[in-house]
């Protein structure tokens, strides 16, 4: 079956505490993508690769690192969480970069910082 | 700045009867258009799209309407189920880049 698979759906951590959000896809997308979304503001781009080693900003990209070592893997990485970081994250992948080719959303990862 | 605007952050209608969301963009440079369902605990899905070419596509009981003078776009959903209950967001694109999307509306069908 094709998905997106993001863990853990669930994380309670505390601020400072490093934590990593793991992203795995078996479309061989090129494409992947992190968005978090927050009451009344939608889903907002953390960061996006758009193939292996290849990743750039989004538009809220501050207290997050990614890295795109394999094609299937796009983990997320919050080296020192702070509680304006708790969000919902979604991540999403697709055939391509391109704003035409339809992105495939994880089943989120709920991130509450204390 | 936000350019995807969804007005309504909730709609309730009775099933049967038509659901019409609504989206609009400030970016004129905007040139495709999706929308997304999105069901509690999970992700969003892909649910239609339409090039800036058109102004209509259907998709059995989905059908988009766009009015590029206004900037604006529609979802209409006839007849309205209780299973369309969901958050929906529009999403747009400029010349292939990445999509921007909205703050999402949250439709709820009532039998």
């Known amino acids: 079956e094709a998905q997106v698979t993001q863990n853990p759906r669930y994380l309670i951590t505390v601020t400072g505490k490093k934590l990593t959000v793991t992203c795995s896809q078996n479309?061989?997308?090129?494409?992947m993508s992190w968005y978090r979304q927050d009451p009344g503001l939608g889903l907002r781009q953390i960061y996006y690769?758009?193939?292996?080693?290849?990743?750039d900003k989004g538009d809220v990209p501050e207290g997050y690192k990614v890295s795109r070592k394999e094609k299937r893997n796009f983990p997320l990485i919050l080296e020192s969480p702070s509680p304006n970081q708790t969000s919902l994250y979604f991540c999403?992948?697709?055939?391509?970069?391109?704003?035409?080719?339809?992105?495939?959303f994880g089943n989120g990862t709920r991130l509450t910082v204390t | 700045d936000q350019q995807v605007k969804q007005n309504s952050p909730s709609l309730s209608v009775q099933e049967g009867r038509i659901s019409i969301l609504n989206c609009d963009y400030t970016?004129?440079?905007?040139?495709?258009f999706l929308w997304y369902k999105k069901y509690p605990a999970e992700g969003p899905t892909f649910l239609i799209s339409?090039?800036?070419?058109?102004d209509k596509n259907e998709d059995g009981r989905f059908t988009v309407f766009l009015n590029k003078s206004a900037k604006h776009l529609s979802l209409h959903i006839v007849p309205s189920q209780p299973g369309d209950s969901a958050v929906y967001f529009c999403?747009?694109?400029?010349?292939?880049?990445?999509?921007?999307f909205g703050t999402g509306t949250r439709l709820l069908v009532s039998p």
């Open positions: 999403a992948s697709s055939f391509s970069s391109r704003g035409r080719s339809p992105l495939h």
């Open positions: 479309m061989n997308h090129e494409y």
């Open positions: 690769s758009m193939n292996v080693e290849v990743t």
């Open positions: 970016n004129s440079m905007f040139d495709y």
């Open positions: 339409i090039s800036s070419i058109k």
């Open positions: 999403a747009a694109s400029a010349s292939f880049q990445k999509l921007v």
